[in-house]
């Protein structure tokens, strides 16, 4: 049985696992694994709790819909004896459908969804690697070393400590004039060890590296990369100024920038300039040699694996619900795209022939076809930000070796436990 909990005050998103709530909803699918056969009926068992007393003759109003996509069924429930039912139905095809909940107490909502998955080793992508996607990479790749990586390097005092010290990285990438930073944090202690290239989530944020110095404390030299070209140590207010104009779900926002062409398009430069970090910490006199890991989540999470097909450096990959995968599936009806949802949620994009010729160079699971190193996924299955049927097109496609920590529960997010679960994974995986 998994804890599902929704939020407190109006009307608000539902959340797992939120911060001080006063509903806590366990929902229980009638399989302990909330996975199916194609055709299988879904039960999903519901109790809600207030105050941590079970409610009971509550009404549940439910949407159930595949996932990510339009509600087909929907109706209510009411809570009898502390708990009701609510039949899913069933998939004709692999993928996942979404049950949304919601209970009015005291005149605020509610809000809770629980995902169930049907025949999901059996997912696969939408997305077809084009003729000539090697030799497109390898092109940029080739001009990109043409280009010097003019590092500058300074050491920052307030992020380090008695064992790690942390450096603000700025490298120039793909042409002349074109940056991206990083904080790049290693043991004080001398030696020699591996390195850790590190992407960031989507967006334009305030970066804070001491949320991964565990790293540098457990021996390993880390890289934690700002990829826009702009300076990490401006404060927290700057930066939400310039995602706003830049980072956002809009025509304008840089996931769209030159979309149109696959040479033009930003993330072009963004691909380019997480090699070029690896290029940066293969120069370092501290690094073993040897082991070099991509990790990181969402956003992070595609770029670690675009950086390690891209780059025959890398030795291990850690990635959590990638995103841009799978991206134009919804140019077909009936199909769950990948994050930013380009013809879906993102406004002033749709899916034009041009447009989906440009993700196919661009799209995760081309990228994780071409992967020949060890890798280490996790996703959860009530992600929507992410949806896990595109966690799954990419996983069904790699054919190195691969390990995957499913945690249906989750939303688009990761626990502590987890993340020092990947740095021991990544620590087996070392050479």
């Known amino acids: 049985m998994f804890l599902l909990i929704g939020l407190t005050a109006g009307t608000i998103q539902a959340q797992n696992y939120p911060y001080q709530s006063d509903v806590l909803w366990v929902t229980t699918p009638d399989h302990t694994d909330w996975l199916y056969k194609t055709g299988e009926k879904a039960t999903v068992s519901v109790a809600v709790y207030r105050y941590g007393v079970l409610l009971s003759d509550q009404e549940i109003s439910y949407r159930i819909g595949q996932e990510c996509l339009d509600t087909d069924t929907q109706g209510s429930v009411r809570l009898r004896g502390g708990k009701a039912e609510i039949a899913l139905g069933t998939m004709d095809k692999p993928?996942?459908?979404?049950c949304e909940m919601s209970i009015n107490l005291d005149g605020c909502t509610y809000k809770h969804h629980s995902k169930v998955g049907f025949s999901v080793e059996e997912i696969v992508p939408y997305?077809?690697?084009?003729?000539?996607?090697?030799?497109?990479?390898?092109?940029?790749?080739?001009?990109?070393?043409?280009?010097?990586?003019?590092?500058?390097?300074?050491?920052?005092?307030?992020?380090?400590?008695?064992?790690?010290d942390c450096y603000l990285v700025k490298l120039q990438c793909y042409k002349p004039g074109r940056f991206v930073y990083g904080y790049l944090t290693k043991p004080k202690k001398e030696g020699k060890y591996p390195v850790v290239v590190s992407p960031p989530g989507a967006g334009v944020k305030y970066m804070d590296p001491t949320k991964t110095l565990f790293y540098a404390e457990a021996d390993m030299i880390r890289f934690d990369m700002e990829i826009h070209g702009i300076d990490p140590s401006l404060d927290a207010t700057t930066y939400g100024d310039i995602s706003r104009a830049f980072g956002s779900h809009h025509e304008n926002g840089y996931l769209a920038n030159g979309i149109y062409d696959r040479d033009a398009y930003y993330m072009k430069k963004v691909y380019l300039g997480c090699v070029r970090a690896v290029d940066y910490l293969c120069s370092l006199p501290e690094w073993d040699g040897k082991n070099v890991i991509a990790q990181g989540g969402s956003q992070g999470g595609a770029l670690a694996l675009v950086i390690t097909a891209l780059d025959p450096r890398?030795?291990?990959?850690?990635?959590?619900?990638?995103?841009?995968?799978?991206?134009?599936?919804?140019?077909?009806?009936?199909?769950?795209?990948?994050?930013?949802?380009?013809?879906?949620?993102?406004?002033?994009?749709?899916?034009?022939?041009?447009?989906?010729?440009?993700?196919?160079?661009?799209?995760?699971?081309?990228?994780?076809?071409?992967?020949?190193?060890?890798?280490?996924?996790?996703?959860?299955?009530?992600?929507?930000?992410?949806?896990?049927?595109?966690?799954?097109a990419v996983y069904n496609v790699l054919t190195s070796p691969k390990e995957a920590l499913i945690t249906p529960v989750n939303e688009h997010w990761v626990s502590t436990g987890t993340r020092y679960k990947q740095l021991d994974w990544i620590k087996r995986e070392l050479k």
């Not at 030799?135 to 400590?161: I, R």
């Open 95 to 98: 993928g996942f459908r979404d």
């Open 127 to 164: 997305t077809q690697m084009p003729g000539d996607f090697r030799e497109f990479w390898q092109k940029a790749l080739e001009e990109q070393a043409k280009c010097p990586m003019n590092p500058e390097v300074n050491y920052v005092e307030e992020y380090s400590s008695d064992q790690v």
């Open 314 to 392: 890398v030795t291990a990959c850690v990635a959590n619900h990638p995103a841009l995968s799978d991206m134009a599936a919804y140019a077909e009806e009936g199909r769950t795209g990948g994050y930013p949802h380009f013809g879906r949620k993102y406004q002033g994009v749709e899916l034009t022939s041009q447009v989906i010729k440009t993700l196919a160079y661009y799209d995760v699971v081309n990228f994780a076809r071409l992967i020949r190193v060890p890798v280490f996924m996790t996703w959860g299955y009530n992600d929507n930000v992410c949806p896990a049927t595109t966690s799954y």
